[in-house]
């Protein structure tokens, strides 16, 4: 998993509007990379909303909220909807953005292992550097602790 001090990796991958974006793009402010399993399930969408309930918070502090699962932009433009999310999602089918920060884990559920996300948070600052890293992220009071350490 990336660590404190790491740079951001530079990956592109499609945002929920399906432009073609690199990491780098998200350079110049604060930013919130949070990875989460599913859109539109309990957990993701609890995590999800209480982005957006203090999204105005982080936009007054110059940070930038920005989701990350493996759903397709299809998936992710219905979740943003729904539950009217004001931040970008970025759609990484193919996992790549997941790979450089190391989020994808063997998961066991019912005796059925598979891989998936660990849901996982990363604050960087505006040149790219990794200030926080929230690994198995526990959803409750989440947001308000990322937003307790912006710079």
Known sequence: MLKVGATMPPVKLAD???KT????DLLGHPVVLYFYPKDDTPGCTNESSQFRDLFDDFEKHGAEIVGVSRDSVASHLKF???YNLPFRLLADVDSKLCDAFGVIVEKNMYGK???GIQRS???FDAA???LAVWPKVSVDGHAEDVFSRLP
Do not use: A, E, V
């Open 16 to 18: 929920d509007s399906g």
């Open 21 to 24: 974006i690199s990491t780098k």
């Open 80 to 82: 943003k909807d729904k």
């Open 113 to 115: 292992k598979s891989l």
């Open 121 to 123: 948070t990363f604050l």
């Open 128 to 130: 790219g550097k990794c």
